[in-house]
């Protein structure tokens, strides 16, 4: 172990949450992991790695875990999943802003998040504009270095059978040839890429505010 450095996983029974833990594991960055997810997963067989059960509306009561070096952010749900608009946005607004104000407050160095390619609090689809309005309020919270990945398309193996996604994945493999310049950004990526993005990031001394589109997490996933 080379630093004494904490981390903070919200979302890891997830595709890229659990891409990421493992990256973390594997880079050996840090000497504690928490993973805070509402249901217990599968062990990662890391003595680094503990697992909190936690009431997600009820975030202030693990406060405590919030006092690492760095948050990784990496929940979401589909309007599919959730069922309504409302529990949607509890998921993918409410859920992580209040996460980023406890990061604050524990003291951590870096908040990071998975965002997604298109967020914009203006737009009409409301995916897009709960994505954009997530963004928005994380910025005016002051944080020390907020650092918003914004992946297209994710590719790799979920647990769940998404038809749209698998569709879509399908229809990445040809297109994805023809995705160079000024349609780099909407090349679907790998789900390992945005975690080893990430991870990278967080190892980087830069305390910044910056926003990742998708071809930029994969410029930062391939010089590994
Ligand atoms: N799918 C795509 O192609 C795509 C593209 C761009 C961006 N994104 C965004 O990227 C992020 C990560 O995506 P992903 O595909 O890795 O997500 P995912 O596999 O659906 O995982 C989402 C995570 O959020 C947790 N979660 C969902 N509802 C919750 C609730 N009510 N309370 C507590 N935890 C809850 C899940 O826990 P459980 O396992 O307990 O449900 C899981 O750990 C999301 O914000 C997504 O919107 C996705």
Redo the contacts with the bound molecule.
Sequence with gaps: MSTNKTALVL???????NELVKTLIQRNQYNKIHLL???PIENFESPVCEQFIAD?DKLEAYSELFQVTDVFC?????IK?AKSKE?FR???FE?PLEAAKLALKGGAEKFLI????GADSKSRFFYNQV?GDVEKSLKTLNLRSLHIFR????LGK?KEFRFG?KLAAKASGLLNKVMVGPLRPYKAIE?KKVALAMAITAESGKNVMNTYPSHEIERIANQK
């Design positions: 979302g890891a029974s997830g595709l890229v949450g997810i509402r249901r997600f990496c929940l979401g749900t589909t999943k529990v509890k998921v993918d859920y998975v965002s997604a390619m994505k992946p297209s398309l994710l979920r996604e789900a």
